[in-house]
T-cell receptor, first 115, second 113 residues
Framework: DTEVTQTPKHLVMGMTNKKSLKCEQH?????MYWYKQKAKKPPELMFV???????INESVPSRFSPECPNSSLLNLHLHALQPEDSALYLC??????????????FGEGSRLTVL | GENVEQHPSTLSVQEGDSAVIKCTYS??????FPWYKQELGKGPQLIID?????GEKKDQRIAVTLNKTAKHFSLHITETQPEDSAVYFC????????????FGQGTTLQVKP
């Protein structure tokens, strides 16, 4: 199993809603990532978890709240988002962080629209 | 901070021709350079990577070259096929043991049948 599974694939939410994006991998990877991707742009790193601990937060606004309940799961909790937060949210995983951490496997993404 | 520049932003080739995409990076300590292919509606997928102790790597129709002195690396696709049409991203990994990959801006490759 070399898959990173993300749910939901599509999400539409209002600015006052609270929702969550979920990500799962069963490859035994200990590094998990959230990226944000706008149309025709490269992925932008948001958060990195290493061994279930948050190791990088790229100055992401607090309306995005990551959570890593265990080594296979990664959540992104969304609250009071703005229309400019509409984007494709990609989850990824690798064996470990760092240049020797192995290939980065991406999920298909969750396309978020904020009204 | 690290910066990765990628050219061209769009590339159109005839089926069977070769395609070359070039990237330059700014941090001389970067030591890992992956290339990703992203098809419409999908997440990026690693197609080839190279480490700083190697000058060239090949996998069937795909090759990557690295010039550490010039801080420059390139993706070469030979005998292109319509299914090669996608957005390609180069990236550079900082030498520190973090999870941070710096991506180029992407190249949209169109292979015309």
């Amino acid at each position: 199993d070399t898959e990173v599974t993300q749910t939901p694939k599509h999400l539409v939410m209002g600015m006052t809603n609270k929702k969550s994006l979920k990500c799962e991998q069963h490859m035994g990877h200990r590094a998990m990532y959230w990226y944000k991707q706008k149309a025709k742009k490269p992925p932008e790193l948001m958060f990195v978890y290493s061994y279930e601990k948050l190791s990088i937060n790229e100055s992401v606004p607090s309306r995005f709240s990551p959570e890593c309940p265990n080594s296979s799961l990664l959540n992104l909790h969304l609250h009071a988002l703005q229309p400019e937060d509409s984007a494709l949210y990609l989850c990824a995983s690798s064996l470990m962080t760092g240049p020797l951490g192995g290939e980065l496997f991406f999920g298909e993404g969750s396309r978020l629209t904020v009204l | 901070g690290e910066n990765v520049e990628q050219h061209p932003s769009t590339l159109s080739v005839q089926e069977g021709d070769s395609a070359v995409i070039k990237c330059t990076y700014s941090d001389s300590a970067s030591n890992y350079f992956p290339w990703y292919k992203q098809e419409l509606g999908k997440g990026p997928q690693l197609i080839i990577d190279i480490r700083s102790n190697v000058g060239e790597k090949k996998d069937q129709r795909i090759a990557v070259t690295l010039n550490k002195t010039a801080k420059h690396f390139s993706l070469h696709i030979t005998e292109t096929q319509p299914e090669d049409s996608a957005v390609y991203f180069c990236a550079a990994h900082l030498s520190s043991n973090t999870g941070k990959l710096i991506f180029g801006q992407g190249t949209t490759l169109q292979v015309k049948p």
